[in-house]
């Protein structure tokens, strides 16, 4: 299936509205989750969310920038009611930041050749 950004932010925006506590549509304000979470979501949503839309959608919302930099060793991961359910360990802080710097570089990589575009079109522009 087809990754669908506003399928899974409407998906995002219907976990915020049932789990206000442990999803955040606002980027900055989310927070690491309780590991296999999706169990339980599965569980819980009973069919309302397919798996493959939970899966997209946790994919996204767990790799998102402000979830990878909230992902720090010793910060506490929240289950479904915003309680303590564990804690981010080292690798798991290693592994955001890797995931974090792959997706600047991508950024960075857009930016650039965003420029390069304009440049070149500038410079067409000029020629006719």
Excluded: H
């Excluded at 299936?1 to 442990?22: G, H």
């Excluded at 819980?44 to 930099?69: K, Q, S, W």
């Amino acid at each position: 299936m087809k990754f669908d950004r506003a399928e899974i932010a409407a998906v995002i925006v219907l976990l915020a509205e049932w789990f206000p506590k442990a999803f955040f549509v606002y980027e900055r304000r989310r927070k690491p989750l309780k590991l296999r979470i999706d169990l339980d979501l599965q569980a819980i949503v009973n069919g309302a969310i397919t798996p493959a839309e939970l899966y997209r959608t946790l994919r996204c919302y767990c790799g998102n920038e402000g979830y990878l930099r909230g992902t720090l060793k010793g910060a506490w991961r929240i289950d479904l009611a915003g309680n303590p359910a564990g804690a981010v360990t080292d690798d798991e802080e290693a592994n955001a930041k890797q995931r974090l710097a792959a997706l600047e570089a991508k950024q960075a990589r857009r930016r650039q050749a965003l420029a390069q575009q304009k440049t070149a079109s500038k410079r067409l522009s000029i020629l006719t």
